[in-house]
């Protein structure tokens, strides 16, 4: 007999936005077209091209790719009522390494083209999680000096910031990760675009439950419900699973080899989700918090090679902070990389 899924109870009416201003834009953005107009003048003399302004080197890859209960609460990542506080870091494995022994040493330089644009642009390569927590890595001789970051979105689709977030990643040829939850999977139109657009769509349970306080019945609903969703939606089978607050046990894991799945936590969190007040905080905060390589809390997580980076797709500042983020990868040479389909 087939499990049953979950029933959704209906969203509440949407809060809007205190502001949807973008980003303010970097010092990273300004350099770059000083830079750019500088090389203009310079390539001129050469007989050489320069390439057009704007244009993000490094990202793009290898590649081709929590309010209402799935929208976060001020302090909490993607909670809903009921569930416990959740926690900064991914729980329930053994704790990771230190990131930085995950990645190559300090200067090595990525390559500074989309995949297919150059011959000499790198291979892909098949880029994975060793255990919930780690840094990304990678089986490939060829492909272990590259500096490579990958974007996870939770708790989407969410209609407007979704779309945002979408319009930006195409602007940048970037592949990212969303983990949906059942709320978000009856955006179908949505999913079919992520799907469309080259992302990977993993699943994060219909209700965002804490696993941990669930039987394993219970657990495989949660799972179970959400990948059907997906993949009426898509015709895609669904391969990643993200648990909410990254909190899951051994049934949890058991689960994940039965229904053959892999379980992706983050390594780096952006802290989108602390400090909203009326659903917005500034997004030049996001933007800090995501680059910070020395950050000012010592709570925090810190940017590293191989980082797995913890956004939401529901929140309207996360959506605006985008493309200063996606400027200072680049600025400090991450190649931004996405999983195997």
Known sequence: MRPRTCHLPPLPPRKLPVSTAPAPRSAFSWLRRAGALLAIVLLAG??????????????????????????????????????AQPVTE???????????????????????????????????ARWYQKAPGYPLT??????????????????????GT??????????YNVRAVFFVTGYGARHTDLLRRIAAEGHII?????????????????????????????????GQKVRYFRPPFGAYNEDTLALMEELGLELINWSHG????????????DPALVVRDVLAEEPPDPQATRLHPGAIILLHDTLPHTAAALPAILEGLAEKGYELVTLEP
């Open 46 to 83: 050469c007989g050489v091209a320069a390439p057009p302004a704007g244009t993000a080197a490094g990202i793009g890859g290898a590649a081709p790719a929590e309010g209402d209960p799935a929208q976060p609460r001020d302090g909490d990542p993607s909670a809903i009522p009921g569930v």
């Open 202 to 234: 993993g699943t994060h349970t219909m209700t965002h439950a804490n696993l941990r306080e669930l039987s394993r019945e219970e657990q495989r609903r949660e799972i179970v419900g959400v990948n059907e969703m997906v993949e009426a939606a898509t």
């Open 138 to 159: 990678t089986d490939d001789p060829a492909a272990r000096g590259r500096k490579v970051a990958m974007l996870t979105f939770d708790d989407g689709p969410n209609p």
């Open 90 to 124: 991914p729980q329930g494995g053994a704790q990771p390494p230190d990131p930085q022994s995950e990645g190559p040493a300090a200067g090595e330089t990525p390559a500074e083209s989309p995949a297919g644009e150059s011959p000499t642009s790198p291979p892909p």
């Open 270 to 281: 952006s802290r989108d989700w602390l400090g909203v007040a009326n659903g917005w905080k």
């Open 162 to 171: 979704t779309e945002q977030i979408l319009d930006v990643l195409k602007q």
